[in-house]
């Protein structure tokens, strides 16, 4: 049915349901009130069904008219957004992926710090755990949870992955807990608060427990088990229980005191976040800004 029907029938269909009037939908799109009329009805005789109720100048969608409006919008809106980047004179768009815990903990108020140092630069933030997006070379930036080596991104370390049992002030004193003397056995019997591992080579509890020195006897059983990392994180901090704290993704809260580090045991697991720049292409000034800003505070 598109095929015989033109996007300018929909564009005026749209003009008309906002404004309610055919002479102001008219000079919005610089054409007659005539004009729109007679493609508001070749709509209508193309879909079979009327979109609007006419009583004398006054205009009411019917339903069929405003679960078409509501479709109409959506699509150009989505067209418009999707043109953006190719709009000559605006904001250079730049776009940077990450995972959905460095976005949450870590990214995203360097983003709006750098947002208020560039009001030239758009960014688009795409979130996912999915490591075939994060790597995609559609983004002009992106940060892997990785060993240091990509074919396709030249990367630089932003924090090694360390990590311990957190949880908050709140909780310990609740539970009367002295943080720096707690054993492994001690804290494998407490409230543990764990995380999906969407990718293999992520640790939860399980896996911490075993790496340390002197592991438990008891097998940890956890009390909650959220599937972002984010969600555990936060949870701990509304004193909900003990969770992994990656040190580099919470170390403002680390500084803040809002969660503390439990007994003397860590993991250094080996990987890494890394920011990745594309090996293959230049970045654009923002782009590059970007990078800049992101490594600055390193």
Same mark, same amino acid.
């Given at each position: 049915?598109?095929? %015989?029907?033109?996007?300018?029938?929909?564009?005026?269909?749209?003009?008309?349901?906002r404004?309610?009037?055919?002479?102001?939908? &008219?000079?919005?799109?610089?054409? $007659?009130?005539?004009?729109?009329?007679?493609?508001?009805?070749?709509?209508?005789?193309?879909? &079979?069904?009327?979109?609007? $109720?006419?009583r004398?100048?006054?205009? !009411?969608? /019917?339903?069929?008219g405003?679960?078409?409006?509501?479709?109409?919008?959506?699509t150009?809106? @989505?067209?418009?957004?999707?043109?953006?980047?190719?709009?000559?004179?605006?904001?250079?768009?730049?776009?940077?992926?990450? =995972?959905?815990?460095? =976005?949450?903990?870590?990214?995203?108020?360097?983003?709006?710090?750098?947002?208020?140092?560039?009001?030239?630069?758009?960014?688009?933030?795409?979130?996912?755990?999915?490591?075939?997006?994060? !790597?995609?070379?559609?983004?002009?930036?992106?940060?892997?949870? !990785?060993?240091?080596?990509?074919?396709?991104?030249? +990367? /630089? +370390?932003?924090?090694?992955?360390?990590?311990?049992?957190? !949880?908050?002030?709140?909780?310990?004193? %609740?539970r009367?807990?002295?943080?720096?003397?707690?054993?492994?056995? #001690?804290?494998?019997?407490?409230?543990?608060?764990?995380?999906?591992?969407?990718?293999?080579?992520?640790?939860?509890?399980?896996?911490?427990? $075993?790496?340390? #020195?002197?592991?438990?006897?008891?097998?940890?059983?956890?009390?909650?088990?959220?599937?972002?990392?984010?969600?555990?994180?936060?949870?701990?901090? %509304?004193?909900? &229980?003990?969770?992994?704290? =990656?040190?580099?993704?919470?170390?403002?809260?680390?500084?803040?005191?809002?969660?503390?580090?439990?007994?003397?045991?860590?993991v250094?697991?080996? @990987? &890494?976040? @890394?920011?990745?720049?594309p090996?293959?292409?230049?970045? =654009?000034?923002?782009?590059?800004?970007?990078?800049?800003?992101? +490594?600055?505070?390193?």
């Amino acid at each position: 049915m598109l095929d %015989r029907i033109p996007l300018e029938a929909f564009r005026v269909f749209d003009a008309a349901c906002r404004f309610m009037n055919f002479s102001r939908a &008219g000079r919005e799109l610089h054409i $007659t009130q005539a004009a729109v009329s007679r493609r508001i009805q070749g709509l209508e005789d193309q879909l &079979g069904a009327r979109l609007f $109720t006419r009583r004398g100048r006054n205009l !009411a969608l /019917t339903p069929e008219g405003e679960r078409l409006s509501q479709r109409v919008r959506a699509t150009l809106e @989505y067209l418009e957004e999707s043109l953006e980047p190719f709009r000559g004179g605006g904001r250079e768009i730049i776009s940077i992926a990450a =995972s959905g815990s460095v =976005s949450h903990l870590w990214l995203g108020k360097r983003l709006k710090d750098f947002d208020n140092e560039s009001p030239s630069v758009s960014v688009r933030l795409l979130t996912t755990d999915s490591p075939s997006e994060l !790597a995609s070379e559609a983004n002009d930036l992106v940060i892997l949870y !990785a060993t240091g080596e990509h074919p396709r991104w030249n +990367l /630089t +370390l932003l924090m090694k992955e360390i990590l311990v049992p957190v !949880a908050s002030p709140a909780y310990l004193a %609740r539970r009367s807990l002295d943080r720096p003397t707690l054993s492994a056995e #001690q804290i494998a019997g407490l409230d543990l608060i764990d995380y999906e591992r969407f990718n293999a080579h992520w640790i939860s509890f399980r896996q911490w427990f $075993t790496r340390i #020195q002197r592991p438990p006897k008891v097998r940890p059983s956890p009390r909650f088990s959220f599937s972002t990392y984010s969600m555990a994180v936060d949870a701990a901090l %509304r004193g909900e &229980g003990i969770t992994l704290g =990656s040190t580099g993704l919470i170390a403002e809260e680390l500084a803040a005191g809002t969660l503390v580090e439990l007994g003397s045991d860590r993991v250094e697991t080996g @990987y &890494g976040y @890394y920011l990745g720049m594309p090996r293959y292409r230049s970045l =654009s000034p923002g782009a590059a800004r970007l990078h800049q800003h992101l +490594l600055s505070g390193l």
